[in-house]
């Protein structure tokens, strides 16, 4: 049966593409198919996931609206600036204290302090970081924003947060933008709006912290065999996309139609991860890339709440 492999994967990256099924499905899926090997012979999934991610995150720049984001955002900006920063800065030291590699550690505070799997994927090809490396993070990521799709309208009715304060909360706190929105959509139409559009400025700081990190990672290397820092092409791409999408006379069915495909293949590249990570792996990472992914969300999940009920 050496054609089930071929089988399989040709039918899983259909239902990835057409967006049947979701972004931690899909990881599922190829983790799944790689535990009972069914990974197709002299395919190399990460190296194509790679590319993909590249591709993914430009066209998810046609999503971010720079004046909205900006205008809606303006009063929470230090609170998304510190959070990020304090985020980031936890996650390489609570992840140093627990043993966790530092590229993993990097890779989970991105994804909790950004925008979740389009950081991770924006970063890890930045610190070129290995496939399985971006898989865990992921994986947690993905389990922690299935949590939070269920607790925050819990947690925002029990305490009678005004529909504003919770589109805030939930854009700051909840890592993927598909499970904000979700969040926010059981809230309130008016929390929908305001934890879209501030999410959407979030994920601006994709850029600066992709770079950064590309600077600090190849700084790192031994003087005999650094690099020149190489700045992500996609990097130049997002920051074009989401000007078009702010300012072009283009039809925004367009803009929504690209950011629509960059969102399905942002799910195909995630089969593609997950079909390269192996038991093994997950073996030897242990339990402490979920309880650093926990640790950090209950800081920026309690902390922005306090912030923005005080």
């Not at 140093?96 to 970063?123: F, M, Y």
């Not at 029990?158 to 919770?166: A, H, P, R, S, Y």
């Not at 996609?234 to 495909?261: C, E, H, M, Q, R």
């Amino acid at each position: 049966m050496v054609i089930l492999p071929y089988l399989a994967f040709v039918l899983v990256a259909v239902l990835a593409l057409s967006g049947i099924i979701s972004s931690p499905l899909a990881l599922v899926i190829g983790f799944v198919m790689a535990g009972f090997g069914m990974v197709p012979r002299h395919f190399n999934p990460a190296q194509l996931a790679k590319k993909l991610l590249a591709l993914a995150i430009i066209l998810l720049g046609f999503g971010v609206n720079l004046e909205a984001a900006v205008a809606t955002t303006g009063e929470a900006l230090g609170l998304i600036i510190v959070s990020i920063v304090v985020t980031l800065g936890l996650g390489l030291l609570i992840g140093k204290w627990l043993g966790l590699d530092g590229k993993t550690a990097h890779l989970i505070g991105s994804g909790t302090a950004i925008c979740g799997g389009s950081a991770i994927a924006a970063v890890g090809p930045a610190i070129r970081a290995r496939s399985d490396q971006m898989a865990l993070a992921l994986a947690v990521v993905f389990i922690l924003n299935s949590v939070a799709l269920i607790v925050f309208p819990i947690i925002g009715r029990f305490f009678e947060l005004d529909q504003v304060t919770f589109g805030l909360w939930s854009a700051i706190a909840i890592h993927d933008t598909s499970s904000v929105v979700g969040a926010a959509e059981a809230y309130g139409d008016e929390a929908l709006v305001v934890a879209t559009t501030a999410k959407l400025a979030r994920a601006l700081w994709i850029i600066p912290v992709a770079l950064v990190s590309a600077w600090v990672y190849a700084r790192s290397q031994p003087k005999e065999g650094r690099a020149k820092i190489a700045m992500p092409w996609f990097i130049g791409g997002f920051v074009l996309t989401a000007a078009l999408a702010s300012y072009s006379p283009v039809g925004t069915d367009v803009f929504a139609l690209l950011f629509a495909i960059g969102k399905q293949i942002l799910v195909f590249c995630l089969f593609l991860i997950g079909l390269s990570l192996t038991l093994n792996r997950i073996r030897a990472a242990g339990f402490k890339p979920l309880l650093l992914a926990i640790i950090l969300w209950l800081i920026i999940a309690l902390g922005s709440f306090l912030w923005l009920t005080q």
